[in-house]
């Protein structure tokens, strides 16, 4: 870190100029020095000011730089040594608040297909995704990622695709359908051709949404910033009356001594990593001191729904039989007849019958894309699986949830819906956010409309958005009316890492989420809880407070001593050291936003 070498470098010069000072009795040589020091020092930092000024921001750096030049010319070059280790510490502070974690796309891109079973005259040959061409046959196995867009030649199968588009029940792909890089195969191989070259497929094109979006970080103005304008003008007002009044270049530097913006430079960032700290406490990961500015003001918050507003697994909701046979003896033919499956449905089922409680099978036939049929020890033949395989002769009933139906000795029974359960803290979690004063908040989700409503009701979403791709989720957020900014964006999976990164403040849901979806985001929440996100702007408008009060509190004792510096009383080295015990009320102060109100 550039800033922390400087610190570094100032001390040794520090150091070696009390040496050459006190111990080889050359004075001189220790002002020549501290002098060069200084300026280069004044120099970079002017450097510095010239492109914060051309980004559209007036920093803080130029009553500091005034200082340290002011006080070499008058001679005071001890004075300009405790500005020099004050301004140096200041800057390595924020240094390290700003790189305390950075937003890697290692893992996106480590978790991306990287092998395809390519098909040739003399059987498949394992070949790099990138090696694939348009209209080249593939083989995705069972449990294997599709390696790149393309669409179904032979057989069908069920897509888990929730990383990619949010939506949490597998999807049914059969021959001419498009599937997509990155979805995951469910339980039987098929053939496909491919349609887009890897560069150019689903998932890769996640990862260009991702760089792209934290490429164009959103411009915004920190704290000391907004501070700085007004303090500098005061600072040069005393300055100059006090030199005018009195005809005395000195009283100039020693009034900017004690002006220099200590609590500016010192007390926001340390308030910003103390909160930062606080937050890790509880089990929110923020990266940024800036991410805590964004998050105190944020007006406006989207949410994924999978696994964010829902837990992402889906359960046994209704047991509906359609024949004279109790629910739960329902239930138990139907996980019995699945128990030798890997499906997710198959999963829930046995989720809610205990192993004790299920029938052997003798025999079993899987009919592919289309459900199972098992010879149980009971005597009955049980046949679970899409509502043609079960009955065939009869009229469908529309269903808007997940379902599998049952069928027992030829005859339908009933069926089983399923659902992915509400966050049990997902809805004080809204109301939270609304007192809070959060203005506006959105459902962003690939799941179908119909379902991202029904759950917005239940929680309290104030619009839906359905069925959103990557690139919707981004187009939608970047609407987002200046006024309603900034906006934070909650989501878990990797198709959620392209809005994390665009949103102004993005939240990764990642105790069970994709590190993806974690490395691009601002903040990371630890525990599988969603009221974190409450807690952390919570946190985030403590930490603010007190960053806004150490700063004020250290401008106003500023402000005093230039006034008394300005009648002369206070040489510029004693000025230095006051302007230090400025700077420790600051800190004290600034790091009462660790503590937990």
Known sequence: MK?????????????????LAFLCQEPLWAQILVSLAGGLVALSMLIEMIRTLKSGRYGVDLLAITAIIATLAVGEYWAALMVLVMLTGGDSLEDYAAHKAGRELKSLLDNSPQVAHLMRGDGLVDVAVDELQVNDQVVVKPGEQVPVD??????????????????????????????????????????????????????????????????????????????????????????????????????????????????????????????????????????????????????????????????????????????????????????????????????????????AQLLEIVSLKETTGAGVTAQLASGQTVQVGKFEFVAPDQAKQPQTQTTVYIGVDGRYAGYITFIDHLRQEAPQTMSTLHQLGLQRLMMLTGDQATTAKEIAAQVGIDEVHAACLPADKIRLINNVAPEQRPIIMVGDGVNDAPSLASADVGIAMGAHGATAASESADVVILKDDLSRVSRAITIARDTMRVARQSVLIGIFICIGLMLIASTGVVPALIGALFQEVVDTVSILYALRARNDH
């Open 3 to 19: 800033h922390t070498l400087k610190l570094v470098l100032t001390i040794v010069v520090g150091i070696t100029a009390l040496v």
């Open 150 to 355: 393309g669409h179904i030649i032979e057989g069908s199968s069920l897509f888990d695709e929730s990383s990619l588009t949010g939506e949490s029940r597998p999807i049914e792909r059969t021959i001419n359908e498009p599937i997509m890089s990155g979805s995951v195969n469910g339980e039987t191989s098929i053939k496909m051709v491919v349609d887009q070259l890897a560069i150019n497929s689903q998932y890769q094109a996640i990862v260009k949404l991702v760089e792209s979006s934290a490429a164009q970080p959103a411009h915004f103005v920190r704290l000391a910033d907004r501070y700085a304008v007004p303090f500098t003008l005061v600072a040069y007002l005393i300055a100059g009356v006090a030199w005018w009044l009195s005809k005395d270049p000195v009283r100039f530097a020693e009034v900017l001594v004690v002006a220099s913006p200590c609590p500016l430079i010192l007390a926001a960032p340390i308030a910003l990593i103390s909160g930062m700290s606080r937050a890790s406490r509880n089990g929110i990961i923020v990266k940024t001191g800036t991410t805590i500015e964004k998050l105190a003001l944020a007006k406006s918050a989207a949410f994924d729904k999978t696994g964010t507003i829902t837990n992402g697994q889906l359960t046994v909701d209704q047991v509906v039989p359609e024949i004279d046979i109790e629910p739960s003896e329902l239930c138990r033919l139907a996980a019995s007849a699945e128990q030798a499956s890997a499906h997710i449905l198959a999963r829930s089922l046995l989720q809610v019958v205990p192993a």
